[in-house]
C-alpha cells in the first residue's frame, strides 16, 4: 500500500514546477492553500453523502478522491504520506481518548 502512496507522493512533487496548464495538480498549486483546502472540503463532503446513501462503490470513489487531494495538501506542506504514517504509529496502542487529552494540554 505504501508503494502506491510513495509513487504518488513523487508525481505530486514533481508538479511543483510544472506548468499550471499541463497539469491539475500544478493548477491546484498555483492557486495557493485555499483552492486545495477547498477541494478537500468538497471531496469529503461527497464521501460524507455517499456513505449516508450507502453506495460503497461511491465510497470508494469519493475517498479516492479525498486522499488525492489530501495528499496534494501534504506535499504542498512539505510532507509526505510516510509522516503521517509514522504519526499513526506514534499512536498505536494509544487510548484515542488519552490521544484527544494530549493533544489539548500541548496545544
Given at each position: 500500500m505504501s508503494e502506491i502512496?510513495?509513487?504518488l507522493a513523487e508525481t505530486l512533487e514533481s508538479r511543483k514546477n510544472a506548468d499550471p496548464a499541463s497539469s491539475y495538480v500544478a493548477?491546484?498549486?498555483?492557486?495557493?492553500?485555499?483552492a486545495i483546502l477547498k477541494k478537500i472540503g468538497e471531496e469529503a463532503t461527497e464521501t460524507v453523502i455517499a456513505a449516508k446513501d450507502g453506495d460503497k462503490a461511491q465510497v470508494l470513489y469519493e475517498m479516492?478522491?479525498?486522499w488525492f487531494h489530501c495528499m496534494v495538501l501534504l506535499a504542498q506542506q512539505g510532507l509526505h504520506p510516510d509522516d503521517v504514517?509514522?504519526?499513526l504509529a506514534r499512536r498505536e496502542g494509544l487510548s484515542g481518548l488519552v490521544e484527544k487529552a494530549n493533544r489539548r494540554d500541548n496545544v
Open positions: 502512496l510513495s509513487r493548477k491546484l498549486y498555483a492557486k495557493g492553500l485555499d479516492a478522491d479525498l504514517l509514522a504519526e
